[in-house]
């Protein structure tokens, strides 16, 4: 069974500031990791994805992730919020053997003028 | 470069009602999943198909029944409609052989149940 838990359901950060969005999973088998970003009334965009390569993942709008196993983390980061960066953010973790997503419960972030 | 695409956008319907949902997957994928998405949840999996064959299933009602065809788009049809139904329902699609499982989301069908 795999199970996706993010710290925090809103997370406000200033214009320009660090964003952090945190991801934890459980897994009993090896995972596939996944940010994904929902903007209001729209469909979900892959940010970008941990499939056992690389540990440190860069995706798309200058976010990356890094995996960490001892952990079991998948933190999304971003050194400069924008406000265009508001949105819903979801993580996800699937399996090297080929299963449905189990989606965490989403992280809203604002970003402040 | 093509993406998913799902009909329609918008559906309104009334308790006990039937509606369809239709997604037709990236070109060249042959795995199809179903998501439903209540208003401040995250997507829920319903059910898969790989090659024309349910390959797995979640927490669909029985009141849904879903299958892929000979061209890989899929239909969700959902009977019976109730209240709780509505939802932003998702499809997405994924190359299997790709062997990443990576899911691209179609925007999907808000369902509005009356």
């Known amino acids: 069974a795999q199970s996706v838990t993010q710290l925090g359901s809103h997370v406000s950060v200033s214009e320009g500031a660090l964003v952090l969005l945190r991801c934890n999973y459980s897994s009993s088998v090896p995972p596939y990791l996944f940010w994904y970003v929902q903007y209001p009334n729209q469909g979900l965009q892959l940010l970008l994805k941990?499939?056992?390569?690389?540990?440190l993942v860069k995706g798309i709008n200058g976010f990356e992730a890094e995996f960490k196993k001892s952990e079991t983390s998948f933190h999304l980061t971003k050194p400069s919020a924008h406000m265009s960066d508001a949105a819903e953010y979801f993580c996800?973790?699937?399996?090297?053997?080929?299963?449905?997503?189990?989606f965490g419960p989403g992280t809203r972030l604002s970003v402040l003028p | 470069a093509a993406g998913v695409i799902q009909s329609p956008r918008h559906l309104i319907k009334e308790k006990r009602e039937t509606a369809t949902l239709k997604c037709y997957p990236i070109p060249r994928h042959d795995t199809v999943y179903w998501y439903q998405q209540g208003p401040g949840q995250d997507p829920q999996f319903l059910i898969s198909f790989y090659e024309k064959m349910q390959s797995d299933k979640g927490s669909i009602p029985d009141r849904f029944s879903a299958q892929q065809f000979s061209d890989y788009h899929s239909e969700l049809n959902m009977s019976s409609l109730e209240l709780g139904d509505s939802a932003l329902y998702f499809c997405?699609?994924?190359?299997?052989?790709?062997?990443?499982?990576?899911?691209?989301f179609g925007p999907g069908t808000r369902l509005t149940v009356l």
């Open positions: 941990y499939t056992s390569a690389a540990t």
């Open positions: 997405a699609s994924s190359q299997d052989r790709e062997g990443t499982d990576t899911q691209y």
């Open positions: 996800a973790v699937s399996s090297v053997y080929g299963q449905n997503f189990v």
